[in-house]
């Protein structure tokens, strides 16, 4: 079974500890040392993480991965588009998408991003969990790309009356509501409303912004999808 702990989740840095009994992988890494390795603890040592998974290069998820490799000799997986685009070129990159017991699946998203990745982990024991933020619209096939999830994170970045309401320049609003910005909490009402698999027992809501969101309301929107089509589902919140 694979176990799935969002470390912190937001607009200002991102981390998500995904685990077997045997395999350890750090999901992003969007935070220095002092402030991760607390939230870490309850779950394993730094030393003890297998490899690092990075989504893409924006620095509220790679901030604090240079000096956690460099530490600790940790490789990290990747796609090609984010290798090339992070600046530091002695990062042990691994290519294999196997790692300990945990099968990595990677599936390109819409970000404005070099080569963005949402992640699907598949346990030996056939267990699935997902891992998709910064993402504008949902990728082509995605249904069929998380056939069996158990667990699924899943972007809820804002509500829209909020961001068009908030403080960010016209630009910043433009970007987080076009297709390569990132999902609305009525956007992801929508996917559960019509398309969530029924076999996602957990559904995890990330990445929420602080200025134009609120958990409370995130939540509120997600349950409510979730308790009118009947699913069995656990909705929780991961904030920063």
Same mark, same amino acid.
Request: charged share 20%; with cysteine.
């Given at each position: 079974?694979?176990?799935? /702990? ?14 077997? %009994?045997? &395999? ?8 220095? !040392?002092?402030?991760? =390795?607390?939230?870490? !603890? ?11 998974? #990075? ?8 901030? *604090?991965?240079? !000096? ?29 998408? &196997? ?5 990595? =699946? ?5 970000? %404005? ?11 030996? $024991?056939? %267990? ?6 910064? #993402? *504008? ?16 994170? #899943?972007?809820?970045?804002? %509500? ?8 960010? /320049? ?19 009402? $929508? ?18 912004? *602080? ?22 589902? !656990? ?6």
């Amino acid at each position: 079974m694979i176990r799935m /702990h969002p470390l912190v989740s937001g607009s200002k840095a991102n981390a998500v500890f995904v685990s077997t %009994d045997r &395999t350890r992988l750090l999901v992003d890494c969007g935070l220095p !040392s002092r402030r991760l =390795y607390p939230l870490l !603890s309850p779950h394993c040592s730094p030393a003890e993480i297998d490899a690092v998974v #990075l989504t893409h290069e924006h620095a509220d998820h790679s901030a *604090g991965i240079q !000096s956690f490799a460099r530490e600790f000799n940790v490789p990290v997986f990747m796609s090609p588009g984010t290798f090339a685009a992070i600046p530091w070129r002695f990062l042990p990159r691994v290519a294999e998408s &196997t790692i300990g017991d945990i099968i990595i =699946y990677s599936v390109k998203v819409s970000h %404005d991003a070099a080569d963005p990745r949402g992640f699907v982990f598949i346990s030996e $024991d056939g %267990d699935i969990v997902a891992y998709f933020v910064d #993402l *504008g619209v949902f990728p082509d096939d995605f249904v069929k790309q998380i056939c069996g999830v158990r667990q699924l994170m #899943l972007e809820s970045n804002h %509500d829209e009356d909020m961001l068009l309401a908030g403080p960010h /320049h016209p630009k910043v609003k433009e970007r987080c509501l076009g297709p390569l910005g990132h999902l609305s909490n009525n956007q992801v009402a $929508d996917f559960i409303a019509h398309d969530m698999p029924d076999n996602v027992e957990r559904l995890i809501l990330g990445h929420i912004s *602080g200025v134009a969101n609120d958990p409370k309301l995130a939540y509120a929107v997600a349950k409510r999808a979730v308790d009118r089509r009947g699913l069995k589902c !656990s909705v929780e919140v991961a904030c920063a």
